[in-house]
């Protein structure tokens, strides 16, 4: 049987990949159409995340020319990942299967096919995964693959070398649309939502054209926000941390006792020193992980939307949507 598939794409300043992008989006859900994956009325729906170039205008001549298209205009830049959940929850109701991958063809979009008949499988969610990943640099590769270390070993059930190339059945969507956070970590989420999953494995391409709009600042912060979304060990390890220097601490003042009963008490000025510098350092990391779980609250607590929509335009026409956060 066929479903009815909405591919979602966030871009933010892609007006050098889009019209590629777009040819062979056409060549591909044709394809799809005629292999009986997907229905006729499948759609793509491309989220302009508040871009500087001409992609919104580009989006909106797509629409123009081919009702395949389908455009969400963000009121403003809100990154990545509040793109994507937009075009999500845009989607939601609206399919019977959703894929998100990015703008930029490093998502082997001949991967649709496999994840479409995982669904029919039965899979509720398809992750994409890298193959390789030749085609990143030696340092993307690298702090990557760490992160993900880091996130297991902090015991985030975590997909190894999967961005968010992913199939979402609507189920998944609906049960996506209930985590309320405003800390949006969505390659995190989707694994809590449950449901039966599976992988795919493709082969990642290099970028088609223009440059990462990730870069090491955006790719850090949001490896923080991955770890500290879903794990409190960070703040576990503080506790850890201070029971072990409290034992040792112990010690320091069994030295020092034996040293002044034993009348040296001048010296020792060296680990005076060295010890008030760790302890100070130490003292000020910890307050930074502390903030930084604040922070989170401080954001949760607000419950600002997590993204705005100015324009959605689909079948119906152009519409003005505000609700479309929940
Ligand atoms: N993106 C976005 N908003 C942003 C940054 C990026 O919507 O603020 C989109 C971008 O257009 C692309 C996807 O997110 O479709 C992934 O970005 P990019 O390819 O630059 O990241 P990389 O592959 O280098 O990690
Ligand atoms: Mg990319």
């Given at each position: 049987m066929a479903h009815k598939l909405m591919v979602v794409i966030p871009c933010y300043n892609e007006e050098e990949v889009l019209p590629e992008t777009s040819r062979r989006l056409v060549d591909k859900m044709a394809s799809l159409v005629k292999k009986g994956l997907i229905t006729e009325d499948s759609r793509v729906l491309l989220v302009n995340d508040g871009s500087r170039d001409r992609t919104w205008e580009m989006i909106c001549d797509l629409h123009k020319q081919n009702p395949l298209f389908?455009?969400?205009k963000l009121s403003r830049n809100r990154g990545h990942q509040n793109a994507l959940l937009a075009g999500l929850m845009t989607a939601r109701n609206r399919c019977d299967i959703s894929i998100s991958m990015d703008a930029d063809l490093q998502d082997d979009m001949d991967a649709m096919d496999r994840f479409i008949e995982?669904?029919?499988e039965g899979c509720e969610i398809v992750y994409g995964v890298r193959n390789k990943r030749e085609t990143d640099t030696f340092f993307k590769r690298e702090t990557a693959l760490m992160f993900y270390r880091l996130?297991?070993?902090?015991g985030v059930d975590i997909t190894f070398n999967h961005a968010d190339y992913r199939l979402m059945s609507n189920r998944a969507l609906n049960a996506l649309a209930q985590f309320d956070e405003v800390n949006l970590f969505l390659r995190?989420?989707?694994p809590l939502a449950g449901f039966q999953s599976d992988v795919v494995y493709y082969d990642r391409a290099e970028r088609f054209a223009g440059e990462s709009k990730y870069p090491f600042k955006k790719m850090l912060a949001f490896a923080i926000d991955g770890i500290t979304s879903f794990s409190v060990k960070p703040l576990r390890l503080i506790?850890?941390?201070g029971m072990v220097i409290f034992v040792l601490s112990l010690f320091m003042l069994l030295y020092a006792l034996i040293s002044w009963v034993?009348?040296?008490?001048?010296?020792?000025?060296?680990s005076t020193l060295a010890s008030i510098w760790m302890i100070g350092g130490i003292?000020?990391?910890?307050?930074g992980v502390i903030g930084e779980y604040v922070g989170k609250i401080y954001n949760e607590a607000k419950r600002r939307p997590r993204f705005i929509i100015d324009r959605y335009l689909s079948e119906s026409g152009d519409?003005?949507?505000v609700d479309h956060q929940k």
């Open positions: 389908e455009g969400v995982k669904y029919n996130m297991k070993a902090l995190g989420l989707a506790t850890t941390v034993s009348g040296h008490t001048v010296s020792g000025w060296t003292q000020l990391l910890s307050l519409d003005p949507v």
